[in-house]
């Protein structure tokens, strides 16, 4: 229930187009209900040219409709009929024209407020929930379990108010013309009513495990599409090719596991049904026999009846749909329940740009409880160019995230001309960073629209002069349509020194104050190195920039070099300083210059 709860906040927004729907709704399952009336005076009137006889007192309205129908001879009620029915049926044509559409416009709504506030929520985490988190499950969220919600909102949730409605009046028709003959139907209803809630929790769980497989297959094809060239290097793709077919075979067993559940219902409940009518049939044709009711009136109730299955099944079908829809939404949910770590004050200023320095007062960091950093008080003034240098995994990139606010230090702040960043708006505090990492990223886009990510109102002028800064202008004018190429997914059109530059491009482009490399050479060939080496040697001019240094080599013209070990600082220098002291930084340029 309390998902239901929370699917109506979703719902709420549109809750015009709600009551017309249910207004529609209501109105064709009365129509439905009441056309059954028309068996009365066909069955009497017209095929059996006798009176309408019913075996009990009617309301002096309805006793005077009975009689005026009595008057009118065969063939007069037959032409009245057809005309009935003609206009019957275009009313029933509007009414399911618009029920529908109302309904399908409804679930669109709702489908598109979901999956753009997943989307938000998503891109509001910090990294850490990305470190925590499959892509393929991500995207799983957003279009296969939103579909499958999309099946309870558009069907399960709405039309059960038509199929409840039919299902009222047909009720009240039945017990109101006889209700000895109805209490024979409404005894054998909780024989239906108690299979279908067991299956349906049977449904909600086997379609968890489903929308989880669905979850795998996503996150198993994402890798392999990505990584295609490691895959054909190693000539995996056989491997690779039945890694999916089990992945693809096993959420088919469990899709027909739930499909047999599903499907069972539906007989049973006409079974039921069935023998119920059949008892009917049998009292009931006997008083017409003996004539204390006549034959159109039994038709009536018959039909009314008989017409009780179809909601019913439809309804155990809907409790089916609304389970698997449950499962897809405690998904949905679990991921918009989960906290943000990183969130901007909501009384956060615009942060001043950048004049004296960056103070990191006793930071630490722990990634789930593990410390990564401890205790490290670091200073950088304006115009100095610290690198940051260790071993692997002792927390330099770690230390350069918490600049931008990527994580929130566990202990200690940062400031910045002393005013703690955790106090200013992401836009203010990141529109002054640059940020240039080894793991590149562009878009399937053109040359143009990746330099003009961040700031995609930026002129002609501003785009060719960050390309030139970067190294990146000449290159870029010699591809077939220059800055209005398109590059292709993740930049293959180019080769890994040009898509480097065209990343350096993309982070000066807003001129930061403030860079962050992230060893922006450590995967190129010797060439590319050096022409990337060039750009950021233009780059780094008058500017404050934090090196993440893999290679020794890159960081010679550091104005200090911090050398982390064990968590914490543990030497700082220049280059020749730092080498003359024979501590940590001597034993990885040893090992370096060695291999």
Same mark, same amino acid.
């Given at each position: @229930?309390?998902?239901?709860?929370?699917?109506?906040?979703?719902?709420?927004?549109?809750?015009?187009?709600?009551?017309?729907?249910?207004?529609?709704?209501?109105?064709?399952?009365?129509? =439905?209900?009441?056309?059954?009336?028309?068996?009365?005076?066909?069955?009497?009137?017209?095929?059996?040219?006798?009176?309408? %006889?019913?075996?009990?007192?009617?309301?002096?309205?309805?006793?005077?409709?009975? /009689?005026?129908?009595?008057?009118?001879?065969?063939?007069?009620?037959?032409?009245?009929?057809?005309?009935?029915?003609?206009?019957?049926?275009?009313?029933?044509?509007?009414?399911?024209?618009?029920?529908?559409?109302?309904?399908?416009?409804?679930?669109?709504?709702?489908?598109?407020?979901?999956?753009?506030?997943?989307?938000?929520?998503?891109?509001?985490?910090?990294?850490?929930?990305? &470190?925590?988190?499959?892509?393929? $499950?991500?995207?799983? !969220?957003?279009?296969? =379990?939103? /579909?499958?919600?999309?099946?309870?909102?558009?069907?399960?949730?709405?039309?059960?108010?038509?199929?409840?409605?039919?299902?009222?009046?047909?009720?009240? @028709?039945?017990?109101?013309?006889?209700?000895?003959?109805?209490?024979?139907?409404?005894?054998?209803?909780?024989?239906?009513?108690?299979?279908?809630?067991? %299956?349906?929790? @049977?449904?909600?769980?086997?379609?968890?495990?489903?929308?989880?497989?669905?979850?795998?297959?996503?996150?198993?094809?994402?890798?392999?599409?990505?990584?295609?060239?490691?895959?054909?290097?190693? *000539?995996?793709?056989?491997?690779?090719?039945? !890694?999916?077919?089990?992945?693809? $075979?096993?959420?088919?067993?469990?899709?027909?596991?739930?499909?047999?559940?599903?499907?069972?219902?539906?007989?049973?409940?006409?079974?039921?049904?069935?023998?119920?009518?059949?008892?009917?049939?049998?009292?009931?044709?006997?008083?017409?026999?003996?004539?204390?009711? &006549?034959?159109?009136?039994?038709?009536?109730?018959?039909?009314?009846?008989?017409?009780?299955?179809?909601?019913?099944?439809?309804?155990?079908?809907?409790?089916?749909?609304?389970?698997?829809?449950?499962?897809?939404?405690?998904?949905?949910?679990?991921?918009?329940?989960?906290?943000?770590?990183?969130?901007?004050?909501?009384?956060?200023?615009?942060?001043?740009?950048?004049?004296?320095?960056?103070?990191?007062?006793?930071?630490?960091?722990?990634?789930?409880?593990?410390? %990564?950093?401890?205790?490290?008080?670091?200073?950088?003034?304006?115009? /100095?160019?610290?690198?940051?240098?260790?071993?692997?995994?002792?927390?330099?990139?770690?230390?350069?995230?918490?600049?931008?606010?990527?994580?929130?230090?566990?202990?200690?702040?940062?400031?910045?001309?002393?005013?703690?960043?955790?106090?200013?708006?992401?836009?203010?505090?990141?529109?002054?960073?640059?940020?240039?990492?080894?793991?590149?990223?562009?878009?399937?886009?053109?040359?143009?629209?990746?330099?003009?990510?961040?700031?995609?109102?930026?002129?002609?002028?501003?785009?060719?002069?960050?390309?030139?800064?970067?190294?990146?202008?000449?290159?870029?004018?010699?591809?077939?349509?220059?800055?209005?190429?398109?590059?292709?997914?993740?930049?293959?059109?180019?080769?890994?020194?040009?898509?480097?530059?065209?990343?350096?491009?993309?982070?000066?482009?807003?001129?930061?104050?403030?860079?962050?490399?992230?060893?922006?050479?450590? !995967?190129?060939?010797?060439? *590319?190195?050096?022409?990337?080496? #060039?750009?950021?040697? $233009?780059?780094?001019?008058?500017?404050?920039?934090?090196?993440?240094?893999?290679?020794?080599?890159?960081?010679?013209?550091?104005?200090?070099?911090?050398?982390?070990?064990?968590?914490?600082?543990?030497?700082?220098?220049? $280059? #020749? /300083?730092?080498?003359?002291?024979?501590?940590?930084?001597?034993?990885?340029?040893?090992?370096?210059?060695? *291999?």
């Amino acid at each position: @229930m309390k998902l239901y709860v929370r699917l109506m906040r979703f719902i709420l927004p549109h809750s015009r187009v709600l009551w017309l729907a249910v207004v529609f709704m209501l109105s064709a399952a009365v129509f =439905d209900s009441v056309s059954l009336t028309l068996l009365v005076p066909l069955g009497d009137s017209v095929l059996g040219q006798k009176k309408i %006889v019913f075996n009990r007192e009617l309301p002096a309205g309805l006793t005077r409709i009975i /009689e005026r129908i009595n008057n009118v001879p065969p063939l007069d009620m037959l032409n009245i009929m057809l005309v009935v029915i003609i206009v019957g049926f275009i009313l029933k044509g509007v009414f399911f024209f618009f029920r529908t559409y109302l309904l399908n416009k409804l679930s669109q709504l709702v489908i598109r407020d979901i999956r753009n506030a997943l989307y938000r929520k998503i891109q509001y985490f910090s990294l850490d929930y990305f &470190s925590q988190s499959v892509t393929g $499950h991500l995207v799983s !969220h957003i279009t296969y =379990d939103v /579909e499958v919600l999309k099946g309870a909102l558009s069907v399960g949730l709405t039309d059960m108010v038509y199929q409840l409605g039919l299902l009222v009046v047909l009720a009240a @028709m039945v017990l109101y013309i006889n209700w000895q003959w109805a209490l024979t139907v409404l005894i054998v209803f909780p024989l239906v009513a108690v299979p279908i809630v067991r %299956v349906g929790q @049977m449904i909600k769980k086997i379609s968890g495990r489903a929308q989880e497989q669905m979850g795998e297959l996503n996150r198993k094809l994402f890798e392999t599409i990505a990584g295609v060239r490691i895959v054909k290097a190693f *000539s995996r793709e056989e491997a690779e090719i039945k !890694h999916v077919a089990e992945f693809t $075979h096993a959420y088919y067993r469990t899709n027909m596991k739930m499909q047999r559940r599903a499907l069972i219902l539906g007989p049973f409940t006409e079974f039921i049904g069935a023998i119920g009518g059949a008892v009917v049939l049998y009292y009931g044709g006997r008083e017409v026999i003996q004539q204390s009711i &006549s034959f159109g009136i039994f038709m009536l109730f018959l039909g009314a009846l008989l017409s009780l299955i179809r909601p019913a099944r439809r309804l155990s079908e809907i409790h089916t749909i609304n389970q698997q829809a449950l499962a897809a939404a405690q998904r949905i949910f679990a991921v918009l329940d989960t906290p943000v770590k990183v969130e901007e004050d909501p009384q956060a200023a615009v942060l001043s740009p950048f004049e004296q320095e960056i103070v990191f007062h006793n930071v630490s960091f722990a990634y789930q409880d593990t410390p %990564v950093i401890t205790n490290i008080s670091l200073t950088i003034r304006k115009g /100095e160019i610290v690198a940051l240098v260790g071993p692997s995994g002792v927390g330099k990139t770690t230390l350069a995230n918490l600049l931008p606010r990527f994580y929130d230090p566990t202990a200690g702040r940062i400031t910045m001309d002393g005013v703690d960043i955790r106090r200013v708006t992401f836009t203010s505090l990141r529109g002054q960073i640059g940020i240039v990492t080894q793991d590149l990223f562009l878009f399937n886009d053109t040359v143009r629209a990746n330099i003009a990510y961040g700031r995609p109102d930026a002129g002609d002028e501003d785009i060719i002069r960050a390309a030139q800064v970067a190294e990146a202008h000449e290159f870029i004018t010699e591809l077939p349509e220059g800055y209005q190429t398109k590059i292709g997914d993740m930049g293959t059109k180019l080769s890994g020194g040009q898509k480097q530059r065209l990343s350096i491009a993309r982070a000066i482009l807003n001129n930061p104050p403030i860079l962050i490399l992230d060893e922006a050479t450590s !995967h190129l060939d010797a060439e *590319s190195s050096k022409l990337v080496q #060039e750009a950021l040697d $233009h780059v780094l001019s008058n500017r404050t920039a934090v090196v993440i240094a893999h290679r020794l080599g890159t960081v010679r013209k550091a104005s200090r070099i911090i050398v982390l070990d064990r968590g914490g600082i543990v030497e700082e220098g220049t $280059h #020749e /300083e730092l080498l003359e002291r024979n501590g940590v930084y001597k034993r990885l340029a040893d090992l370096e210059f060695e *291999s």
